[in-house]
């Protein structure tokens, strides 16, 4: 049985968001599913537009989502020898051939092509054939090396979403697959292009499926071509509809795309991340909240949508908020701890900030709201309040002060500042809302939080005490 081998192979030309990383997500999923091997490939050609800061993005965006290559990164700078020798063995074979038709005249053939109505390619001016007398060699002019591509027929497969796909030969002109050399260049043959170079790729690491945007349906005919003509069989192929953004474009960085690492510094958790990615184009009935293991269990080719899925920005919030809650209390103290620091704030130890961690976590959609909630653990509230809280804490100063009085001295537990408040109410003919909203604006800021003797028993008495002697 072979094994399973998938890859995601992205282009650093710039910073990899939420419609990318599910290209990495899927293929990561069936080769773990399968007991496979799941490779990370950087498609790095693109010399002019390729960054290692949009590197950084990958491999760091990857690394928070736990999706871990069992091999690579590979780079294709770094294997430019690799391909020119199968260049080199392509040209002795007769595989691919010289043209040295100029940019200018492939300009002025498509702009002839359109006037007549017909569809831009290259006419196969430098194509040898039996028979054939080419033009003579132009001085001065670099060629481009063409793949000698089959004329007639069709070529197709059985994509793994959207089924059977075919194309016509003779609507495919033959690839560039190396671009002009640069002068003094030693054999001639300039940069490989991306379609050469990803089969080349694919063969070496013997890749079994490639499961990636459909963006890539019109390269997948002239990939086969070479994979065959290099007497390899192509892998299994699966075509991911594209992910939309919420008004309905595809998701881009020019349409407003976030970097994936951004959802991170948002306070997103990971594997909230993954199972909202998974279900964006896959489903398992109708599960909507699932575990990374229980997506790996169910993972399988047969259940990937047909159509473009949308992004949708208050579900994500309410998948990681359904996360969030069910998160070890310890995990969140550290995470929370790091958005604390990172706003120049101390930190609560380690156990009551789990309990405070706790405590809010139903109320937050990400650990920056959950860090909101905490700041006024360590820090004095400062927002203003309205005449009609100024004036329910008025109301309440008697209250207040025999409440003061009475945490002074109490046991410091929830249960024993629970009996503080019931006895300030009692003895001063309050309801206990009346008591417990001036209460909670004086001592964190704002009219709601959880159950009053919860929120005040993680607080430091003295902390306490001063905030309600303001009243």
Not at 282 to 294: M, N, P, T, Y
Not at 305 to 313: H, I, L, N, T, V
Request: proline residues 6%; aromatic residues 8%; charged residues 25%.
């Amino acid at each position: 049985m072979t094994t399973v081998r998938t890859r995601f192979a992205p282009s650093p030309t710039g910073f990899i968001h939420l419609g990318n990383i599910r290209s990495a997500l899927y293929p990561w999923a069936y080769a773990r599913a399968k007991q496979g091997v799941f490779i990370l490939r950087i498609e790095d050609t693109d010399e002019e537009r390729s960054t290692q800061a949009a590197v950084d993005v990958i491999l760091d965006g990857m690394r928070w989502l736990g999706l871990d290559p069992d091999e690579g990164p590979y780079y294709q700078m770094q294997r430019m020898d690799r391909y020119r020798a199968v260049l080199r063995e392509m040209l002795d074979r007769g595989l691919a051939y010289w043209c040295y038709m100029t940019p200018a005249e492939l300009d002025a053939l498509r702009e002839r092509q359109m006037a007549a109505k017909q569809k831009p390619r290259y006419d196969g001016t430098w194509r040898p054939e039996p028979g054939k007398t080419l033009p003579p060699v132009p001085e001065g002019v670099r060629p481009v090396l063409r793949f000698k591509s089959p004329q007639t027929g069709t070529v197709g497969w059985d994509d793994k979403v959207k089924g059977r796909i075919e194309f016509s030969n003779e609507e495919l002109d033959d690839l560039v697959i190396a671009r002009a050399a640069p002068e003094g260049s030693a054999d001639g043959i300039g940069t490989p292009t991306y379609n050469f170079c990803v089969v080349v790729d694919d063969i070496d690491m013997a890749i079994s499926h490639v499961i990636r945007g459909d963006d890539h349906v019109n390269n997948t005919p002239r990939q086969i071509h070479i994979f065959r003509a290099l007497g390899q069989e192509p892998p299994v192929y699966a075509h991911l509809p594209t992910v939309l953004n919420e008004h309905g474009e595809k998701m881009s960085k020019r349409n407003g795309a976030k970097p994936v690492t951004q959802y991170r510094d948002e306070g997103f958790l990971p594997e909230a991340m993954v199972n909202y990615l998974a279900r964006l184009g896959w489903s398992h009935g109708d599960a909507e909240i699932f575990s990374r293991e229980q997506f790996l269990q169910w993972f399988d080719l047969d259940h990937l949508g047909k159509s473009a899925a949308q992004f949708d920005e208050a579900k994500l919030r309410w998948v990681n908020a359904q996360h969030l809650k069910a998160a070890d209390d310890g995990r969140l103290a550290l995470l929370v701890g790091e958005q604390l620091r990172g706003r120049g704030l101390p930190v609560p130890d380690d156990a009551r900030l789990q309990a405070m961690c706790a405590l809010f976590k139903d109320r937050c959609a990400t650990t920056v709201e959950l860090a909101d909630w905490l700041v006024m653990y360590v820090q004095t509230p400062t927002a203003a309040r309205s005449s009609d809280e100024q004036a329910k804490v008025e109301a309440a100063r008697p209250a207040l002060q025999d409440l003061t009085a009475r945490l002074r001295t109490a046991e410091w537990t929830r249960e024993a500042i629970q009996q503080c408040l019931k006895d300030s109410v009692a003895a001063t003919g309050l309801k206990l809302p009346q008591l417990a909203i001036p209460v909670r604006l004086l001592v964190c800021g704002r009219s709601q939080t959880p159950s009053i003797d919860a929120v005040l028993s993680l607080f430091d008495r003295e902390t306490v005490l001063a905030r309600l002697q303001e009243a």
